[in-house]
């Protein structure tokens, strides 16, 4: 079983590679957020600095796209909200069990994400476009919800993978 696990590991640094790439537009996004907002607050007191229509949306939709991918990112490093309160308690394969169930239970809700949010962007987000930038489209107000389940059956995947080689590993050992 151990070469199995080692076969797959070699993928690991695609992984990272994928977690730098959201990290990065994470961040770029706060950057262009910080910008933005500064920009729009100091041209309301400053008469030389302008004060785009668009600003307020153009922030809106980078927070959105900074909301579900910092949330697929704590997928990946297992930092999200989770119960913990009786894993000393229990024993450490009922515990991996219950890793691999609450995951499960994430990539259900990713897939939803996926399908039901890329008609939604599609289907709705189509039809209209920004209020203070009418030539583009809402599409880009939508398409955060599957880009984000995207992001997270991608690290679902290898988390469950994680959840698995721990469980055969303890197997092996005792």
Known sequence: MPSIFAKFDKIKP?????????????????????LITTMAVAGRYVSFIPD??????????AM?????????????RNSHIRMTAFDKYLP???????????????FALAVVMLVVGWRYAVQLG????????PSVSRFWMYFPIPLAGIAMIIF????????FKRFFIIKEEK
């Open 126 to 133: 189509g039809r209209g476009t920004y209020v203070s930038m």
């Open 14 to 34: 695609v992984y990272d590679k994928i977690y730098d790439v959201v990290l990065l537009i994470c961040k770029l996004l706060l950057i262009t957020d910080i």
């Open 156 to 163: 679902l995947i290898e988390s469950m993978y994680n959840h």
């Open 64 to 76: 959105s796209y900074m909301a579900v991918l910092s949330a697929a990112l704590a997928i990946r």
């Open 52 to 61: 785009p229509a668009w600003s307020e949306e153009v922030v809106l939709s």
């Open 92 to 106: 450490e394969k009922v515990i991996i069990v219950l890793d691999i169930i609450a995951d499960l239970a994430v």
